[in-house]
């Protein structure tokens, strides 16, 4: 059984396009995550929400958008896609905000050209 | 602005060589605080955390690490390192809602 899973794993498309990336978690967890790293390794959060609703939203471009249907998924739409978004992207879980540990997802690894 | 920094990026070691990498954040409060490890190809998995009480944290796998508070530090170590501990180590600190990661460690252990 997958905890947190994410699709696709890999995501190949063309500077302009608009993708989206799935994330769904099987734990029961109130509290769910949008990571990005990029090619040096570098995790940084993009969207945290607690139960469907948005507590973290850091500086990112409007271009991304996080949508949670429910409290077990947590979607992200990436509008415009630019050759910088290239990166691999981890959804996380928790079982709330806080000090709560994290189980990631597989990642999605995508590349634009 | 809050961070966390490793400042070992790289690090080869031989098989049952000792292991340290460095962890320190710049926060003034309560802080909870993780060591994530990712093996190649694979997502991150929780090593060990520390919330409160025995600043001295025991992993899995033979890791532990300790918060040092004065120090702001939260070192990761390991007395005898194998290769199958090659992978990328990330310190991470919760300070309520916030989460921050720091860039990660490469380590590479030589059999």
Not at chain 1, 66 to 81: E, T
Not at chain 1, 93 to 113: D, K, M, N
Not at chain 2, 53 to 82: H, M, T
Request: proline share 4%.
């Amino acid at each position: 059984d997958t905890a947190v899973s994410q699709t696709p794993k890999y995501l190949v498309t063309q500077m302009g396009n608009d993708k989206s990336i799935k994330c769904e978690q099987n734990l029961g967890h109130d509290t769910m995550y949008w990571y990005k790293q990029d090619s040096k390794k570098f995790l940084k959060i993009m969207f945290s929400y607690n139960n469907k609703e948005l507590i973290i939203n850091e500086t990112v471009p409007n271009r991304f958008s996080p949508k949670s249907p429910d409290k077990a998924h947590l979607n992200l739409h990436i509008n415009s896609l630019e050759l910088g978004d290239s990166a691999v992207y981890f959804c996380a879980s928790s079982q709330g905000a806080g000090y709560y540990e994290q189980y990631f997802g597989p990642g999605t690894r995508l590349t634009v050209t | 602005a809050q961070s966390v920094s490793q400042h070992n990026h790289h690090v080869i070691l031989s098989e049952a060589a000792s292991l340290e990498l460095g962890c320190n954040y710049s926060y003034g409060g309560t802080v909870n605080l993780f060591w994530y490890v990712q093996y190649p190809g694979q997502h991150l998995q929780l090593l060990l955390k520390y919330f409160s009480g025995d600043p001295l944290v025991k992993g899995i796998k033979g890791f532990e690490a300790e918060f040092i508070k004065s120090k702001f530090s939260f070192n990761l170590r390991k007395p005898s390192v194998q290769w199958s501990d090659t992978a990328e180590y990330f310190c991470a600190v919760n300070t309520g809602n916030q989460f921050y990661f720091g860039t990660g460690t490469s380590l590479t252990v030589i059999p």
